[in-house]
């Protein structure tokens, strides 16, 4: 393996110098595509309104100047050659209406200056889907890299087998990203991933998500099909054949469609699944032929679809006539994970406590299953923060009601920044509560955090007559309570 220097300065192409500034530095993408450029020998600065550990910590030890809050006057006394502009940030941004009113300094989108700068003319592997983006990219980048091949990646999130989030690599070998369905910038509503030439395209599932910038189902499937179209006739796509709204879109007529899944019509084939409190076991079959038997510490049928995905999309790129030569399922009985998926924060006989970034009705669902099977003893208990842009909203109400309803006890806390939306239109918590009690699952609704927190602890402490499993569904903090909850039950 090779370490975070390293894989971050050997053989970088050359490029000119630049001084590029990032607004909305601390993003973890924008964070770790900030380090990239730092490490390519580029001047970086940025700024941000949530300068906090661990992403600015990680931006000041790699040299990068972090700035607080915006600054017109400061971006023009900085002078940038060139400003990358997050998808966070709007118009009414005083360094933006700068940037338009002056139109002294370039600027670009995130998902363009990587397109350009990160993968130009390299083979990439763009990792689509709404769910499991994170894990399947990780899984490639890491097969890839234990196969010795030196790629490059940039992924969305603390990858626990890889040196660091992001690495450019050798500038000849493949480039693994995930690639995001989600806006590119204020002036860019194009999804990001229309920006990353895909080579391997590798697509885990598609369901309704967004929905504060795609209108329905068929909005959506209209953006992927626009990347679908990029890949060129000698590249691959590698889809979930089980999804049927992937189904609507492929295979297509221009280049090889292979797909993966449980059932029987699919190319790569995942068959004898099986998984309790010791791991996960798997056997993929190619077209007949038995590739391999995968044993692993990664939880659910979700999860080793993620990497079947990944092993035939690293096959592919590495070695495209004979992709299952290419890497070695062995590899797989050592990948630990990514951090906040399913990330176990205490475990003893009484009580398991995890952390998971589920905060989609079918990734909920998923995991609550696993869960189910690895703890079949235990009292099953759901902890719920609607805190995405979908989540918050009522649109997928009956649905997240139908997974957590998969858990003994559900406890859910209250609709991140609820002002931002009208009363008919957010997710009414003490309604999903009453049907879920209705249908004999112990569940309350509360009005902050902190309430569902003390209650939790005095749940947790009254003498159970099983062992509790509290799993934290939150693609945010969750207020905090997750290491006061841990804290308190270590007392």
Known sequence: MRSIVHCLIVNLPHRAWMHIYFMGVCGTAMGNAALMMREAGHDVSGADTGVYPPMSDQLRSGGIDVLEGWSAHRLETLAPDLVVVGNVISRGNPEVEWLLETNRIPYTSLPDLLGNEAIGKRPSVVVAGTHGKTTTSTLTAFLLESSGLNPGWLIGGVPLNLPTGACFGQPDMPFVIEGDEYDSAFFDKRSKFV????RILALNN??????????????????FSHVIRLVPRGGSIVYNGDDENLAKLLPVDWCQAYSVGIGEGCDLRIIDFAEDRKGASFVLRWRGTIWGK???DMSGLFNARNAAVAALSAGLVAKPDDPLCA?????????????????????????????????????????????????????????????????????????????????????????????????????NTNAMAARLNQQSVCSGAFKTNDDLVEELIHATRTKQDKPRCVVFFSNGAFGGVMPRYVDACCE
């Open 195 to 198: 920006h990353y030439r895909p």
């Open 294 to 296: 995968v044993k692993w």
């Open 327 to 427: 890497i070695d399922l062995g590899l797989l009985s050592r990948f630990k994970g990514i951090k906040r998926r399913q990330e176990i924060l205490l475990e003893n006989e009484a009580l398991t406590v995890i952390e998971d970034f589920g905060h989609h009705p079918t990734a909920i669902a998923g995991t609550l299953q696993s869960l189910r099977a690895r703890y079949p003893d235990h009292r099953l208990t759901a902890c719920f923060e609607p805190r995405s842009n979908t989540a918050a909203t009522n649109v997928l109400e009956s649905d997240f009601e139908k997974a957590l309803g998969l858990a003994d006890a559900v406890y859910l806390g209250p609709v991140h920044r609820a002002e931002r939306y009208a009363e008919e239109r957010r997710l």
């Open 206 to 223: 598609l369901e309704f998500d967004h929905g504060d910038i795609f209108r329905d189902l068929a909005d959506i499937l209209r953006s």
